[in-house]
């Protein structure tokens, strides 16, 4: 820790007793006067990057308490009700392959709604304990394994990927791969987009990350998020642009290319 870090946690030890005699909207008041305060001395440049970092600095907490709000998944599920997208797509009898499925809530969900059979696999073995406590179905079972170096034989319907494709590096190779080893007749995503909020690109061109997850390597525009999947054989025959994300269904060309000689 550096030295101001050290000072900054004396000085928040020292003011606690005050602090938690203070109702949280009065709490609220005085942190936003003292960061606006500091804000209107510096530059408009670095006023933005000083309340940018603030900003960046409460998002993680903010999603961890949207977590427990809702007993353990976040609120996103609820609110943006992106699990319709995944089963309306979803037939029953088919085999899917949820790829990093988590704690296993959207797949659990299409196994419950869609009448579908799912293996959901994750890297994280925490994430995978949780999915079998929680959300257990008798059409799906969970695997501890990297998609990215060995995907699971197929064949599989539908291979999902939620949120996924943005923490992968080699995007294209990744999904040539799994599209050649799972055979799937499609693909359904759901990945972040840049153009989600005016301060994004502000933030980029102030020098600051402007990422939603410090572990994504992209976050799409629609011309970027095309252009990568026609780089990787795709066909994208559906997408919908919503909560600054892109939702889409796409088809290995391959059967495309069946379909018209």
């Given at each position: 820790m550096s030295a101001q870090g050290l000072v900054g946690r004396i000085a928040?030890?020292?003011?606690?007793?005050?602090?938690?005699?203070?109702?949280?909207?009065?709490?609220?008041?005085?942190?936003?006067?003292?960061?606006?305060?500091?804000?209107?001395t510096l530059p408009p440049d670095r006023g933005l990057q000083f309340l940018f970092t603030l900003d960046e600095a409460l998002y993680p907490a903010q999603g961890?308490?949207?977590?427990?709000?809702?007993?353990?998944?976040?609120?996103k599920h609820r609110h943006t009700r992106y699990?319709?997208?995944?089963?309306?797509?979803?037939?029953?009898?088919?085999?899917?392959?949820?790829?990093?499925?988590g704690i296993g809530a959207l797949a659990f969900d299409i196994a419950q709604r869609s009448g579908a059979s799912v293996v959901g696999v994750d890297l994280q073995e925490k994430h995978l304990a949780i999915a079998k406590e929680r959300f257990s179905h008798p059409n799906v079972s969970y695997l501890l394994a990297d998609v990215v170096r060995n995907p699971p034989e197929g064949p599989f319907d539908v291979v999902v990927l939620s949120n996924v494709l943005e923490h992968i590096d080699c995007r294209v190779?990744?999904?040539?791969?799994?599209?050649?080893?799972?055979?799937?007749?499609r693909a359904l995503l759901r990945v972040p987009m840049f153009e989600r909020d005016w301060r994004v690109p502000l933030k980029k061109e102030l020098g600051m990350?402007?990422?939603?997850?410090?572990?994504?390597?992209?976050?799409?525009?629609?011309?970027?998020?095309?252009?990568?999947?026609?780089?990787?054989?795709?066909?994208?025959?559906?997408?919908?642009?919503?909560?600054?994300e892109i939702w889409a269904e796409?088809?290995?060309?391959?059967?495309?290319?069946?379909?018209?000689?």
């Open positions: 928040i030890k020292l003011m606690r007793p005050i602090l938690a005699r203070m109702s949280e909207q009065l709490l609220a008041d005085f942190l936003a006067d003292v960061a606006k305060a500091r804000a209107e961890w308490l949207a977590v427990a709000y809702d007993g353990g998944v976040h609120t699990h319709d997208f995944f089963i309306d797509r979803i037939r029953p009898g088919e085999r899917v392959l949820d790829v990093g499925c190779e990744f999904l040539r791969g799994v599209i050649d080893k799972v055979r799937p007749t990350d402007y990422r939603l997850d410090p572990t994504h390597f992209i976050e799409y525009s629609p011309e970027s998020f095309i252009g990568e999947l026609e780089a990787a054989d795709l066909l994208v025959t559906h997408q919908e642009f919503r909560w600054g796409a088809v290995p060309q391959i059967y495309t290319d069946r379909k018209h000689p």
